[in-house]
């Protein structure tokens, strides 16, 4: 198969992908706790024949237009190249996902659920947790050594054509990502129902480990579109062999499909296991207020965020 | 493995904590030698101060039912605790004795009511 071909089969691969976790996953998102919520927000009976169905048609528009403009950034690279594009065009597309719903979920919180309902009393799960549970720190030596390795070919042999905001930015997500992680580790659980507290923990513990898994992949993709990076900027036998950048590409596509497939896998099964249970943060606690993630998490996801856009803007200009 | 905590309780929250270990520690849920979490995920789950959670933790290492052990944190040390006065242990018993004639209870409905807890307690971590 020729270059074009195979260019041409990893992006029907891509929007295939694509279409499924649009309609499988995004969707129907603020439903997937049935119609007593909207993105776990305790809604009142009749909510989706009023002021629901404008909530939803909102939802609608927003994912339409992130997948509008992830399409026409798709097509510009399919019509104009560089095809190396790709494989940062899959990286945009988990970044302004995770960003674009996040900031649409706190917003609805914030409209929607200011009063959260109270009950009295909250069980708390007496299972310690700790880094190790969550993280690999084999893999993780692996990634930093692939990110150093990278860095080092970069310094040490890279060619004309190498832009710096690229590896900067890389490793900026791979980095902030990781401390994101952390903090989402150490972020205490919103409180367990005194009712079905075994279950309720399940789901969350079950919660916890997906996302974890999913944000996992994603660090795997950027260090994977760097490692590429350097070896096409800093390994000219890599550079002049288009076959080899067909393979880094293709390595790169893999592990963003294997974030498809977790994110859409995960989804499912803790859809089913949360069938019947009060979704985490729906309510209060006279201790502790319901909340969708910890206000400390959000600020360094926020900070993060800026951050991201700060380095993009600044490549650009 | 959970404690549950109420705010209409009557009782303080860092005495529903310890009297919530004990209860575990003694119908054989949590063994000896298992780790408790920390205080910084207890009061960050229940959303309740630190020092509350230091407290309960205290009162509990007090009574030699937990022990600090470097670098696993807080563990269970005894079902039994340190060894305590006969008298000691009858006292509590004798308060929720009273507080069920008071209210009304008979005598054959304290013992009936008694039963059933020691029953729930040891079918609970289905010991003994």
Not at chain 1, 231 to 243: D, I, M, Q, S, T
Not at chain 2, 14 to 21: A, E, R, T
Request: glycine share 8%.
């Amino acid at each position: 198969m020729s270059a074009d071909g195979w260019n041409l089969l990893y992006t029907a691969l891509i929007v295939i992908a694509q279409a499924i976790a649009f309609k499988r996953y995004f969707w129907d998102m603020p439903l997937k706790n049935g119609l007593e919520f909207f993105f776990g927000i305790e809604v009142p009976q009749g909510f989706y024949e009023g002021v629901g169905a404008r909530w939803l048609r909102a939802w609608h528009a927003l994912v339409l237009s992130v997948n509008l403009i992830l399409a026409l950034a798709l097509a510009a690279i399919l019509f104009w190249g560089p095809w190396d594009l790709l494989a940062v065009w899959a990286g945009g597309v988990a970044v302004l996902h995770v960003a674009t719903f996040m900031g649409f979920r706190l917003y609805a919180r914030a409209k929607l659920g200011k009063n959260p309902p109270i009950k009295a009393s909250a069980a708390v799960s007496l299972e310690p947790r700790r880094l190790g549970d969550y993280f690999w720190w084999p893999g993780e030596a692996i990634m930093a050594s692939i990110i150093a390795l990278s860095w080092v070919l970069l310094c040490a042999r890279g060619d004309a054509r190498l832009r710096w905001p690229a590896p900067v930015t890389l490793t900026y997500l791979i980095v902030g990502l990781f401390l994101l992680e952390i903090g989402f580790v150490r972020m205490s659980f919103p409180p367990l129902p005194a009712d079905r507290p075994e279950e309720h923990r399940r789901w969350m513990e079950a919660s916890m480990r997906w996302s974890v898994r999913v944000w996992d992949i994603s660090r795997w993709l950027f260090a994977t579109v760097l490692a590429a990076y350097a070896l096409e900027h800093g390994w000219h036998a890599v550079a002049a062999n288009p076959w080899s950048r067909q393979l880094l590409i293709g390595i790169a596509l893999a592990v963003w499909v294997s974030l498809v497939v977790s994110l859409l896998r995960g989804e499912r099964r803790l859809t089913l296991m949360g069938r019947g249970l009060r979704p985490a943060g729906s309510w209060s606690t006279p201790f502790r207020t319901a909340e969708v993630v910890p206000r400390s998490l959000a600020v360094l996801f926020f900070a993060w965020f800026g951050g991201l856009i700060l380095l993009i803007a600044v490549s650009l200009s | 493995m959970f404690l549950t905590v109420d705010s209409e309780d009557k009782r303080p929250l860092y005495q529903q904590i310890v009297d919530g270990v004990k209860a575990l520690i003694a119908s054989g849920e949590l063994r000896e030698g298992m780790g408790l979490p920390s205080v910084r995920q207890v009061a960050g789950d229940l959303g309740v101060n630190l020092n509350t959670i230091a407290v309960a933790y205290r009162q509990l290492q007090a009574e030699g039912l937990v022990h600090v052990r470097h670098g696993a944190g807080t563990v269970v040390s005894s079902r039994h605790g340190r060894e305590v006065e006969e008298e000691e242990l009858r006292k509590p018993l004798r308060s929720a004795l009273t507080q069920l004639i008071l209210g009304g209870r008979s005598d054959r409905e304290i013992v009936t009511a008694v039963r059933r807890e020691l029953k729930l307690l040891h079918e609970r971590g289905g010991s003994r």
